[in-house]
């Protein structure tokens, strides 16, 4: 009845406020658990190259609808998921999808960094060698710019083969950037990168994001307000589960058309 | 601090430093027991000779036959229990993550399995050895500690895979890695600390065992050099000698204990030294 969707609509093709298409598409989602209905009938479009902040409190569901993206929530026994999400062709919750493949997409940045239990070469190399990809001089071509794209490069490029998780929390975050990188993703998510990073470290990963929407579609979760009008081309206010209001920054910021939005905005300022 | 809760700091301080200390006592006290009581019969010809005639009426030679026979058992019962317990451990913690359920019941069966006496296996392999037409045998022996040690092996790695935070999971899959590339690539590196304690519980257990072998893999003075030949096993040797009425063959039993120790010992300082390594350094 739920993950294993009941049929499978045909995507449709959005164009969105942005002048660009929507990447991905997610269509009717609904999350539960036992008792409680986490994600209520979520509809939405990202823009392609474009960084669209899901905004809101803590537990309005934001991760969880981050988690279903990349069907992280097939690890949690509790969640039943319906509905669709497109990302180009394929339907990401439709179990016959080639799951391993749709999440490559889609890289992932955790709140904190979890390092892989290798070098910092490894680490970054491992996702192009799952790939398939032997070439030794290719696989480091691939690792050196993708270190470089994230400006951990300089600083690594004499202990590559040291372990990932000797680096600070901030330089991990930055190596689980360019790993995910590695594997060319369509979209990168953010689940609150910055959370556990000081604020020279938060900066260097907001400056990132800046750069790298030329060349992916960035979703980040965040419940830090300024992070959002710093970041965002597109905002998408959740509560309890519901999509609240969404739409360009300035003008959502600017013009709240809903209570709880009012209300989020004056107490997160 | 108030007064109360000062003495109530410095009585669970003292009872702490009681029960840590005593363990440590204990252990020293068996150890030296042990050295001392077979000191005499501890020689060099111990662990080079294999019994002569009437070895066990104080004659010469040594007990390398119980040594090899031991060392064979367990190390072919950790290689079969690494085999098995890997993989499985690894199943439990990486394709059953959604199955809470599931993953409590092997859980109990497992822990249920460890907790059985080894004597209730060493009944099972005698079965066993019967119903397929074996003799008793290293491979019998090797076979039935197999069988004692899996659990423990599971279990005791299935606990550091357990600490493992699940963001490292997601992170490895996230990557569009399988589950079977992440819990061979990734969670298996993120325990192996934890995998070389659990060999080393593994084969602690299986060479120490002397109830388990003492139907399956027989006794023999000879060493074995066939899987299908019976082997002896340092317990069993201690256990045979110790139950002699003479001095001399007791000494020995002593002195088989000791080098029973020493040998938990060395494995025990490698794996520990081998666990830290790789802990430390996070695998390169």
């Not at chain 1, 491992?126 to 290719?138: A, E, R």
């Not at chain 1, 930055?174 to 900066?203: H, N």
């Not at chain 2, 893999?217 to 066939?226: E, K, Q």
Request: charged fraction near 20%; include cysteine.
């Amino acid at each position: 009845m739920f993950t294993d969707v009941e049929m499978c609509e045909k995507p449709d093709v959005v164009s969105t406020p942005y002048g660009s298409t929507s990447i991905l598409r997610i269509r009717n989602l609904n999350v539960f658990t036992e008792d409680h209905h986490i994600l209520k009938d979520i509809n939405l479009d990202i823009p392609k190259n474009k960084i669209t902040v899901l905004l809101g409190p803590s537990g309005c569901g934001k991760t969880t609808l981050l988690k279903c993206m990349n069907k992280l929530t097939d690890l949690y026994q509790e969640l039943k998921v319906s509905g669709n999400i497109f990302i180009d062709e394929d339907d990401v919750l439709h179990s016959n999808s080639n799951i391993p493949a749709i999440r490559q997409k889609m890289g992932l940045l955790s709140q904190r960094p979890y390092p892989l239990p290798m070098s910092i070469f490894k680490n970054v190399a491992y996702g192009i060698k799952l790939q398939g990809v032997k070439n030794k001089s290719l696989i480091a071509e691939t690792v050196e710019r993708n270190l470089r794209e994230v400006g951990l490069w300089e600083e690594v490029k004499d202990r590559l083969h040291s372990p990932g998780a000797s680096l600070s929390i901030g330089q991990q975050q930055r190596l689980c950037l360019a790993r995910g990188l590695a594997v060319k993703p369509w979209i990168i998510l953010a689940d609150e990168p910055t959370s556990a990073l000081d604020p020279i470290s938060s900066k260097i990963i907001e400056d990132l994001f800046r750069n790298l929407k030329q060349k992916y579609t960035i979703i980040l979760v965040t419940h830090i307000l300024r992070q959002a009008v710093r970041l965002a081309d597109h905002v998408v206010f959740m509560n309890f589960g519901e999509i609240i209001e969404q739409g360009k920054p300035m003008e959502l910021f600017k013009n709240p058309s809903t209570k709880q939005l009012k209300e989020y905005l004056v107490d997160g300022n | 601090m108030n007064r109360r809760k000062l003495i109530e700091e410095r009585f669970f301080k003292l009872l702490s430093s009681i029960a840590s200390y005593s363990l440590i006592a204990i252990l020293a006290f068996i150890i030296v027991i042990i050295f001392v009581k077979g000191f005499h019969a501890l020689t060099f010809d111990m662990v080079i000779k294999a019994p002569k005639g009437g070895f066990y009426y104080g004659g010469e030679g040594g007990v390398l036959n119980a040594i090899l026979g031991s060392l064979y058992i367990a190390g072919g019962a950790s290689i079969i229990a690494i085999g098995i317990g890997m993989p499985a451990a690894l199943y439990i913690n990486v394709n059953l993550v959604r199955h809470h359920a599931l993953q409590n019941t092997i859980r109990y069966f497992l822990d249920a399995l460890w907790g059985i006496p080894s004597i209730v296996y060493g009944a099972f392999g005698f079965t066993l050895m019967l119903y397929l037409g074996m003799n008793a045998s290293l491979l019998a022996g090797i076979i039935t500690v197999a069988l004692l040690i899996t659990p423990i092996m599971i279990r005791t790695f299935d606990e550091v895979l357990c600490t493992i935070p699940k963001g490292l999971l997601e992170s490895s899959l996230a990557l569009g890695s399988t589950n079977t590339e992440t819990a061979f690539r990734v969670m298996f590196k993120q325990g192996f600390s934890g995998f070389i304690t659990a060999i080393l519980l593994a084969f602690g257990r299986g060479i120490g065992d002397a109830a388990s072998v003492l139907f399956t893999a027989g006794y023999t003075d000879l060493i074995p050099v066939n899987l299908d030949e019976p082997a002896a096993t340092l317990p069993l040797s201690i256990f045979f000698q110790l139950s002699s009425p003479i001095p001399e063959v007791r000494e020995r039993a002593f002195a088989s204990a000791a080098i029973l120790t020493l040998i938990i010992l060395v494995i025990s300082l490698t794996a520990r030294a081998l666990s830290k390594k790789y802990s430390k350094s996070n695998l390169q």
